[in-house]
């Protein structure tokens, strides 16, 4: 187990409602990445955070937004919910601000259902 | 045309074959390459990372041609616990803070 947890596991929304997705990063990484990744395709990088503050972003639109806290756990957020957005979220925590071995340590993931 | 291109298969072997992956990019600036593995419903894992002069882990060679922007994985004597989906991983650095995932290649190893 990589010591990544996330939050909750599964999710099912309905168009336009919110959403709060948490993570807990491994013990001693400041550094969390948010990927979400779409049925058959591999992960799409949304955001990162780097002591509490956005590090880099992904083509992802405002609607999704993110917070990294003191303890680096993270949370993403995203508004107005749509049915695109139905897929699964993954935390991963890393050691430095640009993950500089490139090794990310991936929670389970929370799935994500817009009905 | 996507940053990142796996044959998506399925790659459908029998056990102790041997299976072979490749992966092309598009950014010349990509610095770091790594291979991970992700089974079904699970998160990706790290496999392994990917170095111009290539690099073997037991059973599993990864390649890097820098030139062709091309990154291969080998895989000799397959197992059942190998079937899995294999990501093609890129970092591009520096000003890039993301990973780059293909969208896998889905191996299947059959008794």
């Known amino acids: 187990e990589t010591g990544v947890t996330q939050s909750p596991t599964h999710l099912i929304k309905t168009r336009g409602q919110q959403v709060t997705l948490r993570c807990s990063s491994q013990s001693g990484h400041n550094t969390v990445s948010w990927y979400q990744q779409a049925l058959g395709q591999g992960p799409q990088f949304i955001f990162q955070?780097?002591?509490?503050?956005?590090?880099g972003r992904g083509n992802f639109p405002p609607r999704f937004s993110g917070l990294q806290f003191p303890n680096y756990s993270s949370e993403l957020n995203v508004n107005a919910l749509e049915l695109d957005d139905s897929a699964l979220y993954l935390c991963?925590?890393?050691?430095?601000?640009?993950?500089?071995?490139?090794?990310?340590?991936f929670g389970p993931g929370t799935r994500l259902t817009v009905l | 045309r996507k940053e990142v291109e796996q044959d998506p298969g399925p790659f459908n072997v029998p056990e102790g074959a041997t299976v072979a992956f490749n992966c092309t990019y598009s950014n010349s600036a990509s610095q770091s390459f790594f291979w991970y593995r992700q089974d079904c419903r699970k998160e990706p894992k790290l496999l392994m990372s990917?170095?111009?002069s290539g690099n073997e882990d037991g059973r599993f060679t990864a390649q890097l041609n820098r030139a062709s922007q091309y990154i291969s994985l080998l895989i000799r004597d397959s197992k059942l616990s190998d079937s899995a989906t294999y990501l093609c991983?890129?970092?591009?650095?520096?000003?890039?803070?993301?990973?780059?995932f293909g969208s896998g290649t889905r191996l299947q190893v059959q008794p």
């Open positions: 990917v170095y111009s």
């Open positions: 955070y780097y002591r509490e503050e956005e590090n």
């Open positions: 991963a925590s890393s050691g430095g601000g640009s993950g500089s071995s490139g090794e990310q340590f």
């Open positions: 991983v890129v970092k591009s650095d520096p000003g890039r803070r993301a990973l780059t």
